[in-house]
């Protein structure tokens, strides 16, 4: 090796590789400092030098033709080793250059000045003037003036790192978007296929059967139309179950996929805005002979996405009517509400069952139901919680109580 290396070696490849600017395409950028450094300096050679393990690669370098070169040829091993000006008024004398074939065959270098291009407190390159003639020592306003210019590019290059990593940020963000959209759309095509494929087979079944009966309407005995009556109505039963399955299907998924363009946002008074919600319930409440008490801060007002707001809500209270009771005499829901700091904390519970340990860890999982049979998509929950993390900006969990029951907490911020 022919060139001393600096004690922080490591480190400084380390910067250079983490600014992912090697072999990236030339940019006006960058090529408009080199050209200002041309004009002013009267410079044939100016390079923007990135000193790699093995090579210095240029970033930009109008008057060479070459993007890069070895390692031992680049006078910039100097540059990098200071944090100042490195200069060469006549390379053809220098003991260090005048072998240098850079020196003796094109591009005749004879004059070279390198101000180092600092990142994160390490040189990982140097703004350079070359010149095929000796030159004067730079003076000390032009070495300022160089200085500027390996400032600037240092800059830029921090910059360009900060724009592709967040470009990156930004495309890993839409391929998780993507994928769980794929999984999302993979996992409803399965789940409506079912239902589907359980109607068009009792479809066709049913259809045999008529077709049969069609064939010897003549021979036909009463029993025989008894039993078809009675098969026809288990088939009906199953298609209309199955039918309506998937029809609760599409209906989860419209609203995951929902334009919550016109899901307002609007300060309301969380007492008033509950008493609403609890009137709405109010039939369905009825019917499972529960109540509903609510206990809201009457002060609490809040900026929020009532529509969101209020699919959630009515999620949970109509899961527990579902889910929670079974046949059991005192059916309870709860309803509390209060503000902690910034944050709105509202707690619906029952006095239920509570979730049993198995199904617990499955509760938020799209398509999870216990109820698979009665119609159960398994998407409420999935989507409140994508409600309350995507659209409130909040979060949604759940727990078991220590006497009965279970309790959803969702936290959102008040505005
Ligand atoms: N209050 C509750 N008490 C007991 N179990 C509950 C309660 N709420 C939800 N669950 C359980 O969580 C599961 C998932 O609920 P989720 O709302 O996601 O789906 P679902 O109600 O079964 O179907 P749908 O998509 O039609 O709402 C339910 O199937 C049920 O087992
Ligand atoms: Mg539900």
Not at 145 to 172: C, F, N, P, Q
Request: some cysteine; glycine content about 6%; proline content about 4%.
């Amino acid at each position: 090796m022919s060139f001393p290396v600096a004690a922080n070696k490591l480190e400084r490849l380390a910067t250079l590789k983490n600014l992912r600017i090697l072999d990236t395409d030339a940019e006006i950028t960058f090529d408009t400092l080199t050209e200002i450094a041309t004009i002013h300096f009267s410079s044939p050679i100016v390079t923007i030098s990135l000193v790699d393990e093995e090579r210095q690669w240029f970033k930009s370098h109008p008057g060479l033709g070459a993007c890069q070169t070895d390692r031992d040829l680049a006078f910039c091993n100097y540059t990098i080793l200071s944090s100042d000006i490195y200069e060469v008024t006549d390379a053809s004398k220098h003991p260090t250059f005048k072998e240098n074939i850079l020196v003796t065959s094109e591009p005749n270098i004879r004059y070279y000045c390198g101000a180092p291009i600092i990142v994160d407190g390490v040189v990982v390159g140097a703004f350079c003037i070359i010149d095929s003639v000796p030159r004067q020592a730079m003076t000390s306003e032009d070495r300022k003036l160089l200085t500027g210019l390996a400032y600037l590019t240092a800059h830029l290059m921090v910059s360009h790192r900060i724009l592709s990593d967040s470009k990156v940020s930004l495309e890993m963000q839409e391929n998780q978007r993507l994928k769980s959209l794929g999984v999302m759309v993979a996992g409803l095509a399965h789940e409506i296929n079912n239902p589907l494929g359980i109607a068009l087979a009792a479809i066709t079944h049913m259809s045999q059967i008529a077709a049969n009966l069609r064939k010897n309407v003549v021979n036909l005995k009463p029993t025989d139309l008894a039993d078809f009556l009675e098969d026809e109505e288990i088939a009906f039963q199953l298609i209309f179950d199955n039918l309506r399955r998937a029809s609760n299907l599409v209906e989860g998924f419209k609203d995951i996929a929902a334009d919550r363009v016109l899901d307002e946002r609007k300060e309301i008074n969380l007492q008033d805005y509950i008493h609403s919600i609890e009137q709405s319930l109010k039939p369905a409440l009825k019917n499972a002979n529960c109540k509903l008490n609510y206990d809201i801060d009457p002060t609490i007002s809040m900026q929020v996405n009532t529509g969101s707001l209020s699919q959630l809500i009515t999620n949970v209270v109509l899961n527990a009517l579902i889910h929670a009771f079974d046949g059991q005499k005192d059916c309870r829901i709860q309803i509390v509400g209060k503000q902690e700091s910034q944050n709105i904390i509202l707690k619906i519970s029952d006095n239920g069952k509570g979730i049993p340990a198995d199904v617990l860890p499955n509760l938020f999982t799209p398509f999870y139901t216990t109820r698979r049979a009665d119609g159960g998509t398994g998407l409420g929950l999935y989507v409140s919680r994508q409600i309350a993390t995507d659209i409130l900006k909040g979060s949604l969990s759940v727990q078991n109580l220590p006497d009965k029951g279970c309790e959803f907490t969702l936290q959102v911020p008040r505005h």
